[in-house]
Every structure is written in structure tokens, then in C-alpha cells.
């Protein structure tokens, strides 16, 4: 019984969902990366700035992005081209929240940080769902922008 749950914990979604990390801050984005890689997905890559971001965005289904990278405060237009351009579900991850709650399209929403790992995981399993026409539960730390159709 035990095998059971712990494998339907581990493996919640498909396993072709792949996960974006666009953070500068590099322990934050490999924290990011262990909780993806312990729900058994794939991280598509991690990037620091817009340019590598959008290098990398045809490898990717989901993004987490912060506002403030490397490169500035490019986070929030780079989060709506990664939605808008290569239909990646986006959730921003950001300790300055205001700053994208105006953004009507595009993006799914904003996890304030600190982010703990067990809602990294919901807004994964959330975003996946919202991808696949499911149904999930909105992680309680996750302020959706737009319902998915």
C-alpha cells in the first residue's frame, strides 16, 4: 500500500512535461530543479536571463520565471513573449508580486517568494492540469491571473 501512494505522489503527471527555470539567483533555481526532478519531470534548462530563456523555450512546457534577472527586470515581458510566443504555461516567482499582478493575459500567475517545495509541486501539478484540460486544485500561495479554458 505503501508503494502505491508514494509512486502515485512521485509520478502525478505525464512524464513529457518539461520545466523551465529562469531565475538568477542559482540556489534558488537548483531548489526549483530538485522538487521537478523528485515529481519525476524534466527540467528543460536553467537560465538566468531573457536571452538564454528564450534559447531554450522550444525545450519547455512550463516556466517558473522571476522578475529580476541577470539582465534587469525583464522577467514580466519575458514571462507574457515565453506564454504568448512558444505556449509555455508561465507562473512567475517573485519576492515583488505587484509587479506583474497587472498582467490580464498570458502568464498563469505569481508564487510570492519564498517558495517551499510542496508549492512548487501544486503549482506544477496545477499548471499541468490547466495545460491538459484537467481539473486541479489552485495551490492556496498561487494568485491565478486568467482561469485556463
Known sequence: MLANV?????????????????EDEF???LDVADTVEAMGLQVAG???GRSHAL????????????VNLA???????LGQELASKYGLT?????????????????????????VMPHVVEQSIGY????????IAPVP?????FQRPH
Open 90 to 114: 508561465v507562473i512567475y516567482m517573485t519576492a515583488n508580486p505587484e509587479e506583474v499582478e497587472r498582467i490580464a493575459t498570458g502568464p498563469l500567475g505569481v508564487l510570492t517568494k519564498p
Open 46 to 48: 536553467l537560465a538566468s
Open 55 to 66: 534559447a531554450l523555450a522550444q525545450a519547455a512546457d512550463i516556466a517558473f520565471v522571476d
Open 71 to 77: 539582465d534587469g527586470r525583464t522577467g514580466p515581458a
Open 6 to 22: 508514494s509512486s502515485r505522489r512521485l509520478s502525478p503527471q505525464p512524464p513529457e512535461q518539461r520545466i523551465l527555470i529562469v
Open 27 to 29: 540556489l534558488i533555481a
Open 127 to 134: 499548471a499541468v492540469a490547466s495545460r491538459m484540460g484537467g
Open 140 to 144: 492556496r500561495e498561487l494568485r491565478v
